[in-house]
């Protein structure tokens, strides 16, 4: 399905170049509803795309460099299609599109064009703001240097860039999740098989209202990689006893108890977390599967009490969040979403009580903590398309 951009991404192409583009695309960020840091674990999560989405226009043109323009960041970036490529400055929107331009010049020839981008996805919120300027950059300038590959292949591309350009040892959740959502749907998927496994409808009478914290994560810089390090050497400590075990996503509740003695108490924290999740995400598709909100609403609870006290990435903010959201009529499920350590929480909320419940959690949290946070109603978006 292509979108209408909510603002008319070929009319500001035209503004600025004088000329219309050749080839528009778009990626939504995504929510993370059950499965905190399960991907790199080669588990499960249960997401969806957001219907907020980062556009990118772009047009080939007879220059020796690629021009492109951020209208949300209000920054335009020459960029020479060659080895300067690989120098990263530091903070800079443009190195995600260093990263794609890289990735892709060892799928075939970039040639110069030009380019806008708009966002409408929170950065730095935990929505996955650089998977959706990564994909959607992906499928635009993909498709103009004529560069085919599955949509498996390209959440991967993705996933390089992060790895590999940016230093974030994350998994495959935000590029896949951009790229495989649907509309109104949520998404369970399999991060050993690298396919989305199941799929069930977001109930139509609650909605998600998105809290921001506005606790800026910045995953390159947080403990995200020393999380990832943690559940590496905690697997390979099971292994010891247990040698089917590859991943954290072999182990059971009962194997991690086993073994508790010897593995590292802090990796073994770690451990339970991402046991816990990969079960919490069963739980939480077969509650939504019987219709019972309350319960899947309730697993929402228990993902984020295991985040404050076994994984550690929450933070004051998003604890206050997820406490006070059980004291407003409405809610009944809260946690903090994404690599964490400040960022975005998800609350599930009745419909027709959201607009009232974003007033009062604003007010709570500001007497709290003297900040005013973003909130909004966050509809379940649909993947990654060119138009
Ligand atoms: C970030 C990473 C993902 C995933 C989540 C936590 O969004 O980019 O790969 O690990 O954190 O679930």
Not at 11 to 29: E, R
Not at 61 to 83: P, Q, R, V, Y
Not at 166 to 187: A, N, P, R, V
Not at 335 to 346: E, P
Request: aromatic share 10%; hydrophobic share 35%; proline share 3%.
């Amino acid at each position: 399905m292509a979108l209408a951009p909510k603002t008319n991404l070929k009319d500001k192409f035209h503004s600025l170049y004088g000329v219309d583009p050749d080839v528009m695309a778009y990626a939504p960020g995504r929510i993370e509803i059950l499965g905190n840091h399960t991907d790199y674990n080669e588990g499960l999560v249960l997401s969806s795309a957001t219907d907020l989405y980062t556009y990118v226009a772009v047009k080939e043109c007879k220059s020796n460099s690629a021009k492109i323009h951020s209208f949300d960041m209000a920054n335009t970036e020459e960029l020479k299609l060659d080895d300067s490529l690989k120098v990263k400055i530091p903070g800079k929107w443009s190195n995600y599109i260093k990263g794609v331009l890289l990735e892709l010049g060892r799928l075939g020839k970039l040639t110069p064009f030009k380019a806008v981008i708009y966002s409408e996805v929170p950065l730095s919120a935990g929505m996955s703001s650089s998977a959706a300027l990564e994909v959607s950059s992906c499928f635009a300038f993909g498709k103009l240097f004529g560069i085919e590959l599955d949509k498996k292949e390209w959440a991967k591309l993705g996933q390089r860039v992060e790895n590999n350009y940016m230093g974030l040892k994350s998994g495959l959740l935000d590029q896949f999740s951009s790229i495989y959502g649907e509309k109104d749907t949520l998404i369970l998927c399999d991060f050993r098989k690298i396919e989305v496994i199941d799929k069930v409808k977001f109930p139509s009478d609650y909605v998600f209202v998105i809290v921001n914290s506005m606790i800026k994560h910045n995953l390159v810089e947080s403990d995200y990689n020393l999380r990832r390090e943690s559940c590496e050497r905690a697997a390979a400590s099971i292994q010891k006893k247990f040698p089917e075990v590859m991943k954290l996503r072999d182990v059971t509740p009962e194997m991690l108890e086993e073994c508790r003695g010897t593995v590292d108490f802090t990796d073994y924290k770690r451990a339970a977390h991402v046991v816990s999740e990969g079960d919490l995400v069963i739980k939480g598709i077969e509650a939504l599967r019987k219709g019972d909100i309350k319960l899947f609403g309730s697993y929402l609870y228990a993902s984020h009490a295991s985040s404050k006290v076994n994984f550690e990435n929450s933070c004051p903010e998003l604890d206050f969040l997820v406490e006070v959201s059980r004291s407003i009529p409405g809610c009944i499920g809260a946690r903090l979403s994404g690599g964490g350590f400040g960022g975005i929480s998800i609350h599930l909320v009745k419909k027709e009580m959201a607009d009232d419940y974003r007033k009062r959690i604003a007010v709570a949290y500001k007497t709290q903590t003297g900040k005013e946070p973003q909130t909004f109603v966050c509809g379940v978006g649909c993947g990654a398309g060119v138009y």
